[in-house]
């Protein structure tokens, strides 16, 4: 060693010890690292500096911090190193201290992209996190002599030593409070999904809470199928979702499987992944596919795709992201047992309802019209009734058998789940026949011709359901009625010619004038 060396560091001396004083105030992970090279370079009297984070699982550069380049330099360089090829290739392969006094003299300096800045001499060190290598550092182009010695070597090197102790010190704190950032969006989705809301709402929550924490361009939930893929229900972006909306992941895809399966995927790259099968895959890079399972119940697949040229996500990451999925997965189900339970006791609450109507009005309306019913028998039987009497009372019978009609049928539509309430004018019929069936002691045929749902719209549906009440009604009344028949024509023609619906409700019964069987039709134009 040059006996002069020692006389050349100790100047450096302050400077270095500043530096390392300087490197752990900051417990921000990324100031720290830009720091450091900041420090280093100076230090060095550098013109240019970098520092590039390996990553551990691929062995190539993921993050490059750089000291000396302005914003116009850069542009012109373009892609950063990955750290395949170079000298910084050749540090991430071998990772020692490394000094270059010409760069163009060195074959392993090969591969720079042309707008690159010209450079000759060059320094590089790595930095070690325990028994890891975190990264390297690099400096180029020393000022104001012919190149780097090793007392600059030596310098970085104790430099490179401290700087992986601040940074692991940094990554335990980020790690820390990642985790803790983790905890509280999962304990604030579980919060929000048992206060009650709607599945769809309750998904949402998921993908929002699971986006922003993950730092990811998407957050998107998945749910089976019935042709055997995968749909995209609850997406959540900063832009517009509704292009991710319905997007679908075939049967036959190599990722299905797995997500089926209840395994969690982890992709690099969505875009140039080939078992990616969606339309949208192309604007994204990293993601991460997680199962919403509990108890062995898949609910769905949690995916959040970061953009193209984005992080990966670390192991990290992985791990705290599937522990969210499993928790708010749990949290799905409990919310979903809570929505049951409220449904239950509305449904137990309708039957009450129900109990109490057929118990107490239908008999109680039913008792009323024997009694009118044997009134008017009576009162016609006097001679000195008045002639109107009979109709009257005849009248109120009529009345109260149409209103005992309509609270029956109240009671079975109360007797259904909500869920089960019919939207078209096809399943309104349905319902109507189905809750003549409990007044009649049998259920109704019925035969719909033509597009019913399609061609029958308000007001014509209702007025059509009205009729058709009226025809049950009035078969119930007449004696013998053992068979209905309910008719919908969505292709009847009026007479004028127009296109038309015709209802035609059809019964064996006997009518007052002893004839047996009737028909009712009633039409109107479409």
């Known amino acids: 060693m040059d006996p002069d060396s020692g006389a050349r560091v100790v100047p450096r001396l302050p400077m270095l010890l500043e530096a390392v004083l300087n490197i752990g105030s900051d417990l921000d992970l990324r100031a720290t690292l830009q720091h450091i090279v900041d420090t280093a370079t100076e230090l060095a009297g550098a013109r240019y500096g970098a520092l590039g984070v390996v990553g551990p699982e691929r062995g190539t550069i993921t993050e490059l911090y750089t000291s000396g380049a302005d914003d116009e330099a850069r542009e012109r360089i373009g892609r950063l190193p990955d750290g395949h090829t170079g000298l910084l290739g050749h540090l991430v392969q071998d990772p020692r201290p490394l000094l270059v006094p010409d760069l163009s003299a060195d074959p392993r300096a090969a591969g720079l992209p042309p707008g690159h800045p010209a450079m000759r001499s060059f320094v590089g060190v790595p930095i070690r996190v325990g028994t890891e290598v975190f990264g390297n550092l690099y400096l180029t ?75 990811a361009s998407a957050g998107v939930v998945l749910q089976p199928t019935a042709e055997g893929g995968m749909e995209i229900v609850a997406a959540s972006t900063p832009d517009d979702p509704a ?16 997500l089926l399966g209840g395994e969690p995927v982890f992709i690099e790259d969505s875009a140039t992944d080939e078992r990616m099968t969606t339309r949208v895959r192309g604007r994204f890079g990293p993601s991460m596919m997680l199962p919403l399972q509990s108890g062995g119940r898949l609910i769905g697949t949690l995916a959040l795709p970061r953009r193209r040229g984005g992080p990966p996500y670390t192991a990290a990451d992985r791990l705290l992201a599937s522990q969210f999925a ?48 044997s009134t008017r028998r ?25 209103t005992v009609q309509e609270v029956r049928t109240a009671i079975f539509a109360l007797q259904q789940p909500p869920a089960d309430a019919p939207a078209g004018f096809r399943g309104r019929v349905l319902r109507e026949t189905a809750g003549a069936a409990t007044l009649l002691g049998f259920r109704p045929s019925v035969h719909f011709t033509g597009a019913v749902d399609t061609l029958v719209h308000e007001p014509v549906d209702r007025q059509l359901l009205t009729a058709l009440r009226g025809a049950l009604a009035a078969a119930h009344r007449r004696a013998g009625v053992t068979e209905v028949g309910v008719t919908v024509d969505a292709k009847a023609r009026m007479p004028d010619g127009r296109a038309g619906v015709r209802l035609t409700v059809t019964d064996d019964g006997t009518a007052e004038n002893g004839r047996r069987g009737t028909t009712v039709t009633w039409q109107a134009p479409l």
């Open 378 to 402: 009576r009162a016609s039987a006097a001679t000195d009734t008045p002639t109107d009497l009979d109709g009257l009372l005849g009248a109120a019978v009529d009345e109260l058998d149409s």
């Open 141 to 215: 182009e020393k000022q104001g002599a012919a190149g780097f010695t090793a007392d600059d070597l030596a310098l970085l090197r104790v430099l490179a030593s401290q700087a992986g102790i601040a940074i692991g010190n940094a990554r335990l704190y980020e790690t820390a409070r990642r985790r803790e950032r983790w905890i509280e969006g999962a304990a604030a989705c579980t919060t929000a999904l048992l206060t009650g809301e709607s599945p769809e709402d309750a998904l949402m929550t998921v993908a929002e809470q699971a986006r922003v924490l993950a730092d």
């Open 243 to 258: 292009d991710l909306l319905g997007a679908v992941i075939g049967s036959g895809s190599p990722v299905l499987e797995q």
């Open 326 to 373: 499993s928790q708010a997965a749990l949290a799905l189900v409990l919310a979903d047992s809570g929505h049951d339970r409220e449904r239950l006791a509305v449904f137990e609450d309708r039957d009450r309802i129900a109990r109490d109507l057929h118990d107490l009005v239908v008999q109680r309306l039913f008792a009323t019209g024997m009694m009118l019913e």
